[in-house]
Nanobody
Framework: QVQLVESGGDLVQPGGSLRLSCAAS????????MGWYRQVPGKERELVARITIGGATNYADSVKGRFAISRDNAQRRVTLQMNSLKPEETAVYYC??????????????WGQGTQVTVSS
């Protein structure tokens, strides 16, 4: 059974930094893209950053230059470094992984979410 376990959400002041981490667990995982999304009540979940197994990255325009995504394939871990945080980035942040099943079909998996609150 696949599990994505996030950590690092917290309360931080505007302009501050946080580091989110997510580890995938399960047997014989074949992981494709990993990433981070966020959601606030009443709005759709939106992409924050995504990274391929080869390390190519994709960021939401609003976070470019402030956030950095990285992954450790051996540890099956993805990390999001968030700098210069803004109050409007308060949200639940979700870890994402695309994982191949036994028939090499990509399946989407999500973590349980971690709360990031940016407030003074």
């Amino acid at each position: 059974q696949v599990q994505l376990v996030e950590s690092g959400g917290d309360l931080v002041q505007p302009g501050g930094s946080l580091r989110l981490s997510c580890a995938a667990s399960g047997r014989d995982l074949r992981i494709g893209d990993m990433g981070w999304y966020r959601q606030v009540p009443g709005k759709e979940r939106e992409l924050v950053a995504r990274i391929t197994i080869g390390g190519a990255t994709n960021y939401a325009d609003s976070v470019k230059g402030r956030f950095a995504i990285s992954r450790d394939n051996a540890q099956r871990r993805v990390t999001l470094q968030m700098n210069s945080l803004k109050p409007e980035e308060t949200a639940v942040y979700y870890c994402y992984a695309a994982i191949y099943d036994s028939w090499w079909t990509l399946m989407d998996y999500w973590g349980q979410g971690t709360q990031v609150t940016v407030s003074s």
